[in-house]
T-cell receptor, first 110, second 111 residues
Framework: GQQVMQIPQYQHVQEGEDFTTYCNSS?????IQWYKQRPGGHPVFLIQ?????EVKKQKRLTFQFGEAKKNSSLHITATQTTDVGTYFC??????????FGAGTTVTVRA | DAGVTQSPTHLIKTRGQQVTLRCSPI?????VSWYQQVLGQGPQFIFQ???????GRGNFPDRFSARQFPNYSSELNVNALLLGDSALYLC??????????FGQGTRLTVV
């Protein structure tokens, strides 16, 4: 079955620095979704990418969908303490469920 | 508008017992999905219901069952609880297969 993998598992970032987290699928995806889960919280939808090569920006967050629609990335610039949390990518499988990656847990050093 | 609501928020059960978790979706959302999230992992799909019918089931044993009511709320039942069932159980509603709106979850501890 489809597997969605994320790297790195952990990202320790100095406040103000940039970082990127990557998501790879074993199969082509119709779309890719990104979620953020704060410590002790629940996943919150960030964005959905649908088109091959699509790039979307949300303030300091840049999301990209690969040309083959099998990979995606999330780039955060000028990391802030509010960016702390776990970022998940998820792809639809069998038209009814989301397959989540294991997530990238981000900690920020002030 | 109220978001997805789940009850209870926390629950402690003994091995072998049965548990029922409840979820109310966002008004107008007819699709409800259940996920299990173990500490340090991403949510794992358990069930999806759409218009009161089961549309899909994840790789979980038959001890797990669910249903959706005419008002689109849903219940997840787990029988014969095992220690390994301890997890955060998340309910998500969506319009169809769009973005998923998650509830706060029910943290189940099996002792």
């Amino acid at each position: 079955g489809q597997q969605v993998m994320q790297i790195p598992q952990y990202q320790h970032v100095q406040e103000g620095e940039d970082f990127t987290t990557y998501c790879n699928s074993s199969t082509t995806l119709s779309n890719i979704q990104w979620y953020k889960q704060r410590p002790g919280g629940h996943p919150v939808f960030l964005i959905q990418l649908v088109k091959s090569g699509e790039v979307k920006k949300q303030k300091r967050l840049t999301f990209q969908f690969g040309e083959a629609k099998k990979n995606s990335s999330l780039h955060i610039t000028a990391t802030q303490t509010t960016d702390v949390g776990t970022y998940f990518c998820a792809g639809p499988v069998d038209d009814y469920k989301l397959s989540f990656g294991a997530g990238t847990t981000v900690t920020v050093r002030a | 508008d109220a978001g997805v609501t789940q009850s209870p928020t926390h629950l402690i059960k003994t091995r072998g017992q049965q548990v029922t978790l409840r979820c109310s979706p966002i008004s107008g959302h007819k699709s409800v999905s259940w996920y299990q999230q173990v500490l340090g992992q991403g949510p794992q799909f358990i069930f999806q219901y759409y218009e009161k019918e089961e549309r899909g089931r994840g790789n979980f044993p038959d001890r797990f069952s669910a249903r959706q009511f005419p008002n689109y709320s849903s219940e997840l039942n787990v029988n014969a609880l095992l220690l390994g069932d301890s997890a955060l159980y998340l309910c998500a509603s969506s319009l169809y297969n769009g973005e998923a709106f998650f509830g706060q979850g029910t943290r189940l501890t099996v002792v």
